[in-house]
T-cell receptor, first 113, second 113 residues
Framework: SQQGEEDPQALSIQEGENATMNCSYK?????LQWYRQNSGRGLVHLIL?????REKHSGRLRVTLDTSKKSSSLLITASRAADTASYFC?????????????FGQGTTLQVKP | DGGITQSPKYLFRKEGQNVTLSCEQN?????MYWYRQDPGQGLRLIYY???????QKGDIAEGYSVSREKKESFPLTVTSAQKNPTAFYLC????????????FGSGTRLTVV
């Protein structure tokens, strides 16, 4: 079952611009995570935000979480060509600490040099 | 360096054949997961294991089997009962003692020939 829906499905920007991706989900969560996937590779964990947190930063990444709207956003500032990848949100709504994640379908970001 | 190793990178399966995908981690993680990714889509959970000698079905377990005889290893067998096995398979692990994201392997691309 796909819990997360991401928007937009694809995004194309110029280097130096900011990129914003959104994720919506359906059930209560323990935390929400963002991952990056370069073409044909495994996923890389970017950031985790807990359900009691509203905003988190890591370098050029800023993640917000609105549990009342069941939504999250990922902002990449001052984008670079190397940021070109697919970005996935994943929600941990598990009980018993199973850590099972449900992934959205991803946003494909292209950063043009 | 600590990480997860998946092998082989590419695998070709004939009709009616069982194949086994390897996943090994040296991160001392208790929990391990197998996900399937189809083109342009998110990840779907096949099986997961939180401890040695125990594993649970995910959302799409039919046609797959796993074992967890050692903490470091979580092999996935794609059986002949899986009618549409062509996909990208990703193995991941995480610590159960700290709240953090998954570490993913680099994936195995399975093609039916």
């Amino acid at each position: 079952s796909q819990q997360g829906e991401e928007d937009p499905q694809a995004l194309s920007i110029q280097e130096g611009e900011n990129a914003t991706m959104n994720c919506s989900y359906k059930t209560s969560i323990n935390n929400l995570q963002w991952y990056r996937q370069n073409s044909g590779r495994g996923l890389v964990h970017l950031i985790l935000i807990r359900s009691n947190e509203r905003e988190k930063h890591s370098g050029r990444l800023r993640v917000t979480l609105d549990t009342s709207k069941k939504s999250s956003s990922l902002l990449i500032t001052a984008s670079r060509a190397a940021d070109t990848a697919s970005y996935f949100c994943a929600t941990d709504a598990s009980t018993s600490n199973t850590g099972k994640l449900i992934f959205g379908q991803g946003t494909t970001l292209q950063v043009k040099p | 360096d600590g990480g997860i190793t998946q092998s082989p990178k590419y695998l070709f399966r004939k009709e009616g054949q069982n194949v086994t995908l390897s996943c090994e981690q040296n991160l001392n993680h208790d929990a391990m997961y197998w996900y399937r990714q189809d083109p342009g889509q998110g990840l779907r959970l096949i099986y997961y294991s939180q401890i040695v000698n125990d594993f649970q079905k995910g959302d799409i377990a039919e046609g797959y089997s796993v074992s967890r005889e050692k903490k470091e290893s979580f092999p996935l067998t794609v059986t002949s009962a899986q009618k549409n096995p062509t996909a990208f398979y990703l193995c991941a692990s995480r610590s159960t003692t700290i709240t953090y994201g998954y570490t993913f392997g680099s994936g195995t691309r399975l093609t039916v020939v």
